[in-house]
């Protein structure tokens, strides 16, 4: 059985920094993209980042570029979200995602984790 699980998240004042981490176990995702979504109170799932198989492709959603970094360790199986400067309106819950494809996507997405709270106090 595929399970992805997610830690690091936590409670930060604005202006600090977090690091997610999410490793997949079950089966290795060494060929497929990985992405970060979150959801905030009330609002949709937005996706955040992503980052090819290879790990020499990102994309990012334009509110966090800059501040944001994801990376992935395909022999650790495992995706990471460096989060630098954040704002109270980052506070959500993160998921990790797998994608079937191997370049960067922000839709299509068939793997997902539990979520992890993270919360930006101002």
């Known amino acids: 059985q595929v399970q992805l699980g997610e830690l690091g998240g936590g409670l930060v004042q604005a202006g600090g920094s977090l690091r997610l981490s999410c490793t997949a176990s079950?089966?290795?995702?060494?060929?497929?993209?990985m992405g970060w979504f979150r959801q905030a109170p009330g609002k949709d799932r937005e996706f955040v980042a992503a980052?090819?198989?290879?790990?020499?492709?990102?994309d990012y959603t334009d509110s966090v570029k800059g501040r944001f970094t994801i990376s992935r360790d395909n022999p650790k199986n495992t995706v990471y979200l460096q989060m630098n400067s954040l704002k109270p309106e980052d506070t959500a819950v993160y998921y990790c995602?797998?994608?079937?494809?191997?370049?960067?996507?922000?839709?299509?997405?068939?793997?997902w984790g539990r979520g992890t709270q993270v919360t930006v106090s101002s």
């Open positions: 995602a797998a994608s079937p494809i191997a370049t960067v996507s922000r839709r299509g997405y068939i793997y």
């Open positions: 079950g089966r290795t995702f060494s060929g497929n993209a």
């Open positions: 980052i090819s198989w290879s790990g020499y492709t990102t």
